[in-house]
T-cell receptor, first 117, second 113 residues
Framework: AQKITQTQPGMFVQEKEAVTLDCTYD???????LFWYKQPSSGEMIFLIY??????QNATEGRYSLNFQKARKSANLVISASQLGDSAMYFC??????????????FGTGTRLQVTL | DTAVSQTPKYLVTQMGNDKSIKCEQN?????MYWYKQDSKKFLKIMFS???????INETVPNRFSPKSPDKAHLNLHINSLELGDSAVYFC????????????FGSGTQLSVL
């Protein structure tokens, strides 16, 4: 069974600083995808970044980058130059790519990020 | 245009009532999902449909019944509502069963009194 672990229930970061949100995962599958979603206080789920298990380079999307360490089974999200609008819940999620089975997104428990002045 | 829209956004009801949440996506996706987010913000899949066929059915009380009249719609009907059903319910869709990200609706906050 897949499992996603986010060990930081809450994080603080000063505006304009970088912050790393931790995510470790457990799977016996060789082919899978890792996702990060942001949930602001308004409640919607916003896709941030994706990393495939066979991607050789770490994914980047603007100020977001994913520090993917396959051997350690970690997929940490790095947010550079934090902004007040980055204050939100952040969820790490994993999807297996087994053929012949229904594929679902399994979420971690989330990290609440607060950006301060 | 909203890609994944679900209605209503808020639903307040008494225990024992039956209620439905509707979801529609205009992205042409084949797969749709229902997720439940509890009071601790934990998100868990409930159901998934691919082209109107049920492909994921997690351990959910049979008071919950999804219905997909076509691949653009996935509704969730809940019978005999209980206090523990209070949560945010998210509809989502994706282009296929596997590799693509999920596009989420804005959620339905269900409060059972």
């Amino acid at each position: 069974a897949q499992k996603i672990t986010q060990t930081q229930p809450g994080m603080f970061v000063q505006e304009k600083e970088a912050v790393t949100l931790d995510c470790t995962y457990d799977t016996s599958d060789q082919s899978y995808g890792l996702f990060w979603y942001k949930q602001p206080s308004s409640g919607e789920m916003i896709f941030l970044i994706y990393q495939g298990s066979y991607d050789e380079q770490n994914a980047t999307e603007g100020r977001y980058s994913l520090n993917f360490q396959k051997a350690r089974k970690s997929a940490n999200l790095v947010i550079s130059a934090s902004q007040l609008g980055d204050s939100a819940m952040y969820f790490c999620a994993m999807r297996d790519f087994n053929t012949g089975t229904a594929s679902k997104l399994t979420f971690g428990t989330g990290t609440r990020l607060q950006v301060t002045l | 245009d909203t890609a994944v829209s679900q209605t209503p956004k808020y639903l307040v009801t008494q225990m024992g009532n039956d209620k439905s949440i509707k979801c529609e996506q205009n992205l042409g996706h084949d797969t749709m999902y229902w997720y439940k987010q509890d009071s601790k913000k934990f998100l868990k899949i409930m159901f998934s449909y691919n082209n109107k066929e049920l492909i994921i059915n997690e351990t959910v009380p049979n008071r919950f019944s999804p219905k997909s009249p076509d691949k653009a719609h996935l509704n969730l009907h809940i019978n005999s509502l209980e206090l523990g059903d209070s949560a945010v319910y998210f509809c989502a869709s994706s282009p296929d069963r596997g590799r693509e990200k999920l596009f989420f609706g804005s959620g339905t906050q269900l409060s059972v009194l």
